[in-house]
């Protein structure tokens, strides 16, 4: 084990999206997901929560996976994010 955070796995794939200071729910099964996320969401943002949506499949835009606070990511925040996980992907 080592003492230093940064080289954890799993402190060094967290820190830098910040899930440590955030509160998750994480669903699976076979029936029922979709539903229960949205429910779920719902009632967070109804509590005055910020809520972050992620579920599969879209219907027609990649984007509608995502969600932040019931509203599909922007375009221009999806563009944003995934050229930065591209560019991390490419330097492997």
């Known amino acids: 084990p080592s ?3 940064s080289s954890s796995p799993s402190s060094s794939s967290s820190a830098g999206c910040g899930l440590r200071d955030r509160s998750v729910v994480h669903v ?3 029936k029922g997901k979709g539903s229960v996320c949205a429910m779920v969401e719902s009632m967070a943002r109804k509590s005055g ?3 972050g949506l992620f ?7 990649l984007r509608e996976r995502i969600r932040i ?3 599909a990511i922007s375009e221009g925040n999806f563009t944003r994010i995934f ?3 591209w560019s991390r992907c490419l330097s492997l």
Not at 55 to 61: E, K, V
Request: aromatic share 0%; no cysteine.
């Open 49 to 51: 929560r910020t809520t």
């Open 83 to 85: 050229e930065h996980v």
């Open 3 to 5: 003492s230093s955070s």
């Open 28 to 30: 699976a099964g076979t």
């Open 55 to 61: 579920t599969s499949p879209h219907l027609i835009s």
């Open 69 to 71: 606070n019931g509203e």
